[in-house]
């Protein structure tokens, strides 16, 4: 769970373009929308695609993220137990 | 009769502002002399690392001229050859494969040449009237009438108004304020 926690993290810097933003400055528990990292909604749809893409967790309706988004525990949490691959 | 009051150009990693010369990179690629540039002059708007290549162009450019000045009459005309081909390829490319098909929506969004005025005018809080046009050259006669006609009308005071065109590691910005 740690390590998914920090993978987590480090993805979702590169691939929401989190410059000078590194994995220790985000803290498990986090809000990562409204406030904490200040993501938007481009940013929800990316992480999203990051679900499917890099778990095989595919979100049949977005308006979900808004509870699985809420910070890396909870983000981490959903995927351990839906992970596909 | 216009007056041009301001301008701001960028090309072979330099950035010229009123013909002085404020900021220059050794790096020949795009990016690096943008992420360069955003931090030498202590930009600080975060989503510019989100912006793709042509919107870092426009905002660079455009924010050398807009940071000093009351925004809220100043209306947006810009134009290039190129339109946003650079971003589609990269978009193109990240859809081909059948087995990784993962479309970026952060891709996706700049999938058009008009959001880099987007992007100003959401930096500056505009609520102007903007305009894109994708034209063969540089057509300054073209781009003046249109900007004549806004103040003339009464939409705006000011207009930022020029070319901003980038493909591949090809780029120029050249901008200008007009007023009458």
């Known amino acids: ?85 | 009769m216009m007056k041009k009051t301001e301008s701001c150009s960028i090309e072979n990693s330099k950035i010229t502002v009123n013909e002085k010369v404020i900021f220059e990179s050794r790096s020949a690629i795009f990016s690096d002399f943008a992420k360069e540039a955003y931090k030498s002059l202590e930009l600080n708007y975060p989503k510019f690392h989100k912006m793709d290549n042509l919107s870092k162009l426009a905002f660079l450019s455009a924010e050398m001229i807009l940071k000093d000045q009351d925004n809220s009459r100043t209306a947006l005309v810009f134009a290039n050859n190129s339109s946003s081909l650079d971003t589609d390829f990269k978009y193109q490319e990240s859809i081909n494969s059948q087995d990784d098909y993962f479309p970026s929506p952060a891709v996706f969004v700049y999938t058009l040449p008009n959001i880099c005025v987007g992007e100003i005018s959401i930096k500056h809080k505009m609520q102007t009237e903007n305009a894109f046009f994708v034209l063969a050259e540089f057509d300054e006669d073209f781009l003046n009438t249109y900007s004549h006609q806004l103040l003339i009308s009464g939409k705006a005071d000011k207009v930022l108004c020029g070319w901003v065109e980038l493909y591949q590691e090809n780029y120029t910005a050249f901008v200008y304020l007009l007023t009458l």
């Open chain 1, 1 to 85: 769970m740690e390590n998914l926690k920090t993978e987590l993290k480090n993805k979702i810097i590169d691939v929401l373009n989190l410059e000078d933003v590194s994995a220790e400055d985000i803290k498990d528990s986090d809000a990562l929308f409204g406030g904490g990292l200040g993501l938007d909604s481009i940013d929800a749809l990316e992480l999203i695609v990051l679900l499917d893409k890099d778990y095989g967790i595919k979100l049949s309706d977005p308006k979900k993220g808004k509870d699985i988004f809420q910070s890396i525990e909870v983000m981490a949490k959903f995927i351990e137990e839906n992970r596909t691959k």
